[in-house]
C-alpha cells in the first residue's frame, strides 16, 4: 500500500539552503514583461511606493502578477514586503493588524483594501511517522476552529496565501505535531514571530501534517517555497518594474499549466484545501493540472473533511460566485471534490445526472455567473438553495403526495437539507433562513389568490423566490403560466396590478358566487361578559 511522503521530504526538496542547491530567482526585466503600472491600482501603487521609501523591499504577489500577465484585470492586490505587520501600521496610519498565529496588514483606503504580508521563513519539520491512506479515518478530523466567517479571506483571488493567512490565523486548539524552525541568522532573530509568547514552538501540524501554525518572518529567498502553485509565486519589484520568477511560474502560466511547488502529496497534506483551489484555477483560468497536482487528488480528497467548515463555506463561495461556477460544479464532480465538499448534493446528482434538478442547478450556476460577468450583485441564499434543491426534493418527496405543497412540509424539508450540508460547510443562519424563506414562499407564488398576492411583491425576499420559480418553470417544474403572470404584474402600474389579481381571482372562483363580486362577510358575535382566552 502506498505510503505518505513525510514532512521532512517536503523540507528537503524546498528548503536545502545548506547545500546550495535552492534555485536563484530569474529576473524579469521591465522591457522583457506585458506587465504595466496603469493596471495596478493606485492605492496598491502608494502601499509599494511608501515601503519602499521607508526603506523596505516592497513587491506585487500572487494571484495579481499571474492575472496581469494573463491579460486579466485582478480584483485584489496583494503585497509582500520586508517590515514587519508593527512596521507596517506605523508606517501607515489607515492600517489595522488581523491574525492571531500569522500577523497580516490590512491598509484601508475606503472600501479598497490592499493586504501586506512579511516575508516568511522556511520550517524544518521533524520526522513525522509515515501514515498509510487506510489509517486516515473520520476519526481522525481535529475538532473545529472558533473562527468568525468575518475573519477568513474575503479576497476571491488570495492565491498566494494558502495556509500562511487563513489557516495560520485559525490554529487555535489544535496541540500536536509540534516543530521546531529552523535557526535563523543571528540578524534575522528578532524578527521572529513568536518571541515572548507563552511557547517557542514556531511550527505545528496536525496527524496528517496539515499546517496549524507557522510564525517565523524570514526574507523573499525563503518566502517563496511557502507558496502553492508555481503560478502564484511571482513577483512584480516596484524597485525596478521586474518580476522575480523562482519556480518558473513565467512559462507555467505561458503554458496555462498549473503545478504545486514542490511534493504534491505533501503539499495537499499541509492545506488539503489547496485541492479545492486546484479546482477552482483549472475551471476559472482553464489552466491543465500538471503531472501528480491533478492525479494525487484521489486519493487524497478526504483529507478536506479536516478543514474547518467555515473555510469551506468561504471556498465554495468562491468557487460558485466568483463568475465560474458552472465549470467549477463540472471540475468538481470529475475530480471526486464535490463528493467530499458537499456529498448529500453529489449523491443526488450521481442518482439523477439527467433530470429536472440537474438541469435547473446547471441553468442557475449560469445565470450566476452572467449576473457576475455583468457586475450585478449575488447572493450565497439564491447559490444554497440551487445546490440544495436535489436533497429539498428527496425529502419532499418521500411524504405523502398531498402534503407535498404543505408549507411545513417544504419547511422542515429545507432545515433537513441544511443540516445535512452542515456536517461538511458552515453555512450562516443569515442564508439558511433566506433558503427556507425562498422555498416557502413557493406556494403563495404558484396559487396567487387575487388581491392578496400583490403582497407578495413588498417581501424581501420576494425577488429570489420569484427568480426560482422562473428557473423551476423553465424546467417543467412550476407552471410557466404563472411565472408569466409574476412577470408582468411587476411590469405595470398599480392599477393594472389590481386589475389583473382581481381577474385572476374571478377565475378561480366557482360559478354562482355573486358574478365575480366578493361575498359579503360574516361579522362574528362576540359573547357579552366572555372572559379573554388564557395565554
Same mark, same amino acid.
Given at each position: ?244 520568477? %523562482?519556480?518558473?511560474?513565467?512559462? /507555467?502560466? *505561458?503554458?496555462? @499549466? $498549473?503545478?504545486?511547488? !514542490?511534493?504534491?502529496? &505533501?503539499?495537499? +497534506? ?77 449523491? %443526488?446528482?450521481?442518482?439523477?445526472? /439527467?433530470? *429536472?434538478?440537474? @438541469? $435547473?442547478?446547471?441553468? !442557475?450556476?449560469?445565470? &450566476?455567473?452572467? +449576473? ?88 424581501? @425576499? ?74
Amino acid at each position: 500500500m502506498r505510503r505518505f511522503s513525510s514532512a521532512k521530504r517536503n523540507f528537503e526538496l524546498l528548503n536545502e539552503a545548506e547545500s546550495g542547491s535552492r534555485p536563484a530567482a530569474r529576473i524579469i526585466p521591465r522591457a522583457e514583461h506585458s506587465i504595466s503600472r496603469s493596471a495596478i491600482s493606485p492605492n496598491a501603487l502608494r502601499v509599494l511606493y511608501r515601503l519602499r521609501e521607508a526603506g523596505y523591499e516592497a513587491f506585487l504577489v500572487g494571484g495579481c502578477v499571474r492575472d496581469l500577465l494573463l491579460g486579466i484585470t485582478p480584483k485584489d492586490f496583494d503585497i509582500a514586503t520586508s517590515a514587519l505587520p508593527e512596521e507596517v501600521k506605523r508606517t501607515f496610519r489607515n492600517c489595522r493588524l488581523i491574525g492571531r498565529r500569522f500577523r497580516l496588514a490590512h491598509v484601508f483606503f475606503g472600501r479598497d483594501i490592499i493586504e501586506v504580508a512579511t516575508f516568511r521563513a522556511m520550517s524544518t519539520p521533524d520526522e513525522m511517522p509515515e501514515i498509510p491512506v487506510a489509517d486516515l479515518d473520520d476519526d481522525d478530523e481535529p475538532e473545529d476552529f472558533d473562527e468568525e466567517l468575518d475573519d477568513l479571506e474575503e479576497d476571491e483571488d488570495d492565491e498566494s496565501e494558502t495556509d500562511e493567512s487563513t489557516v495560520l490565523a485559525e490554529a487555535g486548539p489544535h496541540q500536536t505535531g509540534f516543530h521546531g524552525s529552523r535557526p535563523l541568522p543571528l540578524r534575522d532573530r528578532s524578527r521572529h514571530a513568536g518571541a515572548g509568547d507563552e511557547d517557542d514552538e514556531d511550527r505545528v501540524t496536525d496527524e496528517h501534517g496539515r499546517i496549524l501554525r507557522d510564525n517565523a518572518y524570514g526574507n523573499i529567498d525563503d518566502d517563496v517555497w511557502r507558496r502553492d502553485f508555481t503560478a502564484n509565486s511571482l513577483y512584480y519589484n516596484i524597485a525596478d518594474f521586474s518580476i522575480w520568477d %523562482y519556480t518558473g511560474g513565467v512559462e /507555467d502560466i *505561458a503554458a496555462r @499549466r $498549473l503545478k504545486l511547488i !514542490g511534493d504534491p502529496v &505533501t503539499r495537499y +497534506r499541509e492545506d488539503p484545501v489547496r485541492m479545492l483551489r486546484a479546482a477552482r484555477f483549472e475551471a476559472k483560468l482553464g489552466f491543465t493540472l500538471d503531472g501528480e497536482t491533478g492525479s494525487a487528488i484521489p486519493q487524497l480528497r478526504e483529507l478536506l473533511a479536516s478543514v474547518p467548515p467555515a473555510r469551506l463555506f468561504d471556498e465554495t463561495l468562491k468557487l460558485f460566485l466568483t463568475g465560474h461556477g458552472e465549470r467549477s460544479l463540472e471540475v468538481l464532480r470529475a475530480r471526486g471534490l464535490f463528493a467530499e465538499l458537499m456529498p448529500t448534493v453529489d449523491s %443526488y446528482l450521481a442518482r439523477h445526472p /439527467d433530470g *429536472a434538478v440537474a @438541469r $435547473l442547478l446547471k441553468r !442557475g450556476l449560469a445565470n &450566476t455567473d452572467q +449576473r457576475v460577468q455583468q457586475g450585478k450583485p449575488v447572493t450565497p441564499t439564491f447559490l444554497f438553495a440551487l445546490l440544495l434543491y436535489g436533497p429539498i426534493a428527496d425529502i419532499i418527496e418521500k411524504q405523502p403526495q398531498e402534503k407535498w405543497h404543505d408549507i411545513g412540509t417544504i419547511v422542515d424539508a429545507v432545515d433537513r437539507a441544511a443540516r445535512g450540508a452542515q456536517g461538511r460547510i458552515s453555512i450562516p443562519k443569515r442564508f439558511s433562513l433566506g433558503v427556507r424563506e425562498m422555498f416557502a414562499a413557493q406556494p403563495r407564488l404558484e396559487q396567487p389568490r387575487g388581491r392578496r398576492a400583490l403582497r407578495m411583491l413588498e417581501q424581501p @425576499r420576494f425577488r429570489a423566490g420569484f427568480d426560482l420559480l422562473l428557473l423551476r418553470a423553465d424546467m417543467g417544474l412550476a407552471d410557466p403560466a404563472i411565472a408569466s403572470w409574476w412577470t408582468k404584474v411587476q411590469e405595470v402600474s398599480q392599477t393594472d396590478r389590481d386589475r389583473m389579481a382581481d381577474a385572476l381571482g374571478a377565475r378561480e372562483r366557482p360559478a354562482g358566487e355573486g358574478g365575480g363580486q366578493r361575498r359579503p362577510r360574516r361579522r362574528r358575535r362576540r359573547g357579552r361578559g366572555r372572559a379573554p382566552a388564557a395565554t
